[in-house]
């Protein structure tokens, strides 16, 4: 093939090729982020070859930080290099390295290239290299690729590399059209709708109830089921707590400062006498007595709350005082039961109150709150206490003191658990988020230290062994066992349940007759039912006009009846178009990337692919 410059090459090749020349291009601008490589392993340069042409070990280290960086984006944290490459991040770049290297050299065997003024002209557009008045700027220019390690004349090499290789691929994707019978079949498929009936099978629909179980039956579930009784892996944990509960009573109170948490507080001890109100503001003293006129005549609060275009929440002023309401809190508080008053003077205008409840005014006397304020204080001074005391224990801890020997010279309680990771209801010092942080972490050998509890209180852990998962032994399993037995046998018995009304349906019944049915007129594949699995809808789609199913899944039991099947001609034309050609557009993309995938694929073949493993080797060990 004859080279083609800027002046001759054909038009309609540079368009075809023109979105992935410029998506090659922000390539390379991205990859002029900044991140420095200089020598991999001495003179080799190249992680390997396709044929004549070099893989640049430069290119491979910045397109994996760039994938490295993008996978830290994704999880949201940074990802060290060792975790990508498990992920075989690697791989994928230089799996794309080495497609870009065969068309590189395809694009040099036949001849392909573009001329000087292409190049210059790709480069003046590159925002990277524009100045502050938004043109090339040569300074830039020069220190962006002295940045980067980079010769002018081997970025301008870059770029006619890039174009060729974007004339290339060009002439691969283009003129790809979508199969009119292909492109049929996948929108009628597509644009089906479907009709049905549903009615949901529950215990109340059951003829017989679920009888109890017997000794044997339970025994026998048991036994046949035992993998579902399992106590899961756990560390044997022997722990030294000292929390503010067990020293509480300890701590002294000053009837001074209980009188004074009294007073301070004293808010919440006297409540005066509130109501429940909602405010319905009008603009004006004649529209709020027009309001009113209409509800002396039977029109409801709500209807004008709705006419005003509000919602109840909008006008709800909850609890309040007679203080809080201002000049209406006389005429509200003279109600003794719900009532509508008003309109009434607000600082927002003219208004009706509802009053929907009484609540009636609380008083706690100083006696009557004395026991718990006490009870407060003392445990605030016992967490005072604790925090003061984690030194004196790390110190016992340091000095060679056992837990058990915490237990006498420190007073703490001293007790072995087997905790269990993620446990689903943690339970005693478990519950405490401090304490399952510290278990999760602890491992054998680890020294015991006071930790202090954000909550108030202070422990030392140490790990005994780990207890592998286990059988739970019958006894103690029993009520799990009764209670897996009867979800068990309740399944079973909902699903006999519908296949009996499925049978009566089949046999001439109306699905209605048997019970409840939810109607759905019209749905898609994409669509969903509330309240049931996301299998439903394909299963629906899996049936013949007027068929009935039973619907079995994890906590779902039905019987389906398809009413009817509304295929893709009878939407709108408009919408049916527009499914026709999003799926046309979607075939041919789909095609030109196979074409492309093979294209690339057969040149790497045929030109023969070898990497240098050292060389990637060094470039790994240098990011590190």
Request: aromatic share 6%.
């Amino acid at each position: 093939m004859a080279k083609e410059t800027d002046d001759d090459a054909p038009r309609k090749k540079r368009k075809t090729g023109s979105v992935l020349v410029w998506v090659l291009l922000a390539m390379v601008i991205t990859g002029l982020g900044g991140y420095q490589m200089t020598d991999f392993g001495g003179s080799r340069s190249a992680i390997g070859t396709v044929g004549e042409q070099d893989i640049d070990a430069g290119d491979y280290a910045r397109a994996l930080r760039q994938e490295v960086d993008a996978l830290g984006a994704q999880f949201g944290t940074q990802v060290p290099l060792d975790t990508a490459l498990a992920l075989g991040v690697d791989q994928k770049v230089i799996q794309s390295l080495v497609n870009q290297a065969a068309l590189d050299n395809e694009a040099a065997r036949i001849g392909i290239s573009v001329g000087d003024q292409t190049v210059a002209q790709q480069i003046t557009e590159m925002r990277a290299f524009q100045g502050t008045a938004g043109q090339f700027d040569r300074t830039t220019y020069s220190a962006e690729l002295k940045q980067n390690n980079l010769t002018e004349a081997a970025f301008e090499t870059r770029i006619r590399a890039d174009l060729a290789r974007g004339l290339l691929q060009g002439a691969v994707v283009g003129g790809y059209a979508a199969p009119q019978a292909l492109t049929d079949t996948l929108a009628n498929w597509a644009g089906e709708r479907r009709g049905f009936s549903l009615l949901r099978v529950t215990e109340a629909d059951l003829t017989t109830p679920v009888a109890d179980p017997t000794e044997a039956e339970l025994q026998a579930f048991y036994d046949a089921n035992t993998d579902r009784f399992i106590k899961p892996e756990a560390k044997r944990i022997t722990y030294a707590a000292l929390l503010p509960e067990a020293i509480r009573a300890e701590q002294p109170v000053d009837e001074a400062e209980l009188k004074k948490a009294y007073d301070d507080r004293i808010d919440e001890f006297m409540v005066p006498e509130k109501r429940l109100v909602e405010r319905l503001v009008y603009p004006d003293q004649a529209a709020a007595d027009a309001a009113k006129a209409r509800l002396d005549a039977g029109d409801s609060f709500d209807t004008l709350v709705t006419d005003r275009g509000l919602r109840l929440e909008d006008v709800d002023l909850g609890d309040v005082s007679k203080a809080e309401l201002g000049a209406a809190g006389d005429a509200v508080f003279a109600l003794t039961e719900p009532g509508v008053v008003g309109p009434l003077p607000t600082d927002l205008g003219p208004a009706l109150f509802r009053m929907n409840a009484v609540l009636a005014a609380q008083e706690t006397t100083f006696d009557q709150a004395k026991g718990d304020l006490a009870a407060q204080m003392q445990v605030e001074a016992a967490k005072r206490a604790i925090a003061d005391r984690v030194e004196e224990i790390d110190d016992q801890l340091a000095g060679g003191a056992t837990l058990e020997d915490l237990a006498k010279e420190a007073g703490m309680e001293v007790a072995t658990i087997d905790y269990v990771t993620n446990a689903a209801a943690p339970e005693g010092i478990a519950a405490y988020p401090g304490f399952r942080a510290a278990a999760d972490k602890v491992a054998d050998g680890d020294f015991p230290e006071a930790i202090l509890l954000d909550e108030g209180g202070v422990f030392a852990l140490r790990l005994d062994e780990i207890v592998p998962a286990a059988p739970i032994p019958f006894a103690e399993a029993k009520p799990q066992v009764e209670a897996a037995w009867r979800a068990d046998a309740l399944a079973k018995a909902l699903t006999a349940r519908a296949t009996e009304i499925a049978a009566a349906v089949k046999g001439g019944a109306s699905l209605a007759s048997q019970g409840i049915v939810d109607v759905t007129r019209e749905i898609g594949r994409d669509g969903s039912v509330a309240d049931a699995p996301s299998s439903l809808v394909a299963d629906v789609f899996k049936l013949d006009a007027g068929a009935v199913q039973v619907i079995d899944a994890a906590g779902f039991v039905a019987v389906v009846q398809l009413d009817r099947v509304i295929p893709l001609s009878d939407l709108p034309q408009d919408d049916a178009a527009a499914l026709r050609d999003a799926i046309s557009v979607q075939v041919e993309q789909a095609l030109s990337q196979d074409a492309t995938a093979l294209f690339t694929q057969g040149l790497a073949a045929e030109a023969g692919v070898r990497l240098d493993q050292q060389v990637i080797a060094a470039v790994n060990a240098q990011m590190q």
